[in-house]
Nanobody
């Protein structure tokens, strides 16, 4: 079974930085896009950034120029999100997402981590 586990969240002051990581485990036969989503209290989950298997990236307008998504294909599909110039409105639970076909899957599907809390506050 494919599993995604996020780490790196925490409390940071406005203007500060955090780096989120997402480790992937399990047998994966097909690797597609990966991404980071976030959900703030009372709001819907939204896409923060995504990255294709070829390295193409896409960002939400609210984080462009501040966040950088990257992946390490050599290290079992570890995904990163470097977050700089953090703002209070970035406070949310951040979720890792990957579209994979695992050993037990008939076709590729979305997998999700359990999330990591990011709080930006003075």
């Amino acid at each position: 079974q494919v599993q995604l586990v996020e780490s790196g969240g925490g409390l940071v002051q406005p203007g500060g930085s955090l780096r989120l990581s997402c480790a992937t485990s399990g047998t994966i036969f097909v690797i597609n896009d990966m991404g980071w989503y976030r959900q703030a209290p009372g709001k819907q989950r939204e896409l923060v950034a995504s990255i294709t298997i070829g390295g193409g990236t896409n960002y939400a307008d609210s984080v462009k120029g501040r966040f950088t998504i990257s992946r390490d294909n050599a290290k079992k599909m570890v995904l990163y999100l470097q977050m700089n110039s953090l703002k209070p409105e970035d406070t949310a639970v951040y979720y890792c997402n990957g579209n994979f076909r695992g050993r037990d899957d008939f076709s590729a599907r979305d997998y999700w981590g359990r999330g990591t809390q990011v709080t930006v506050s003075s």
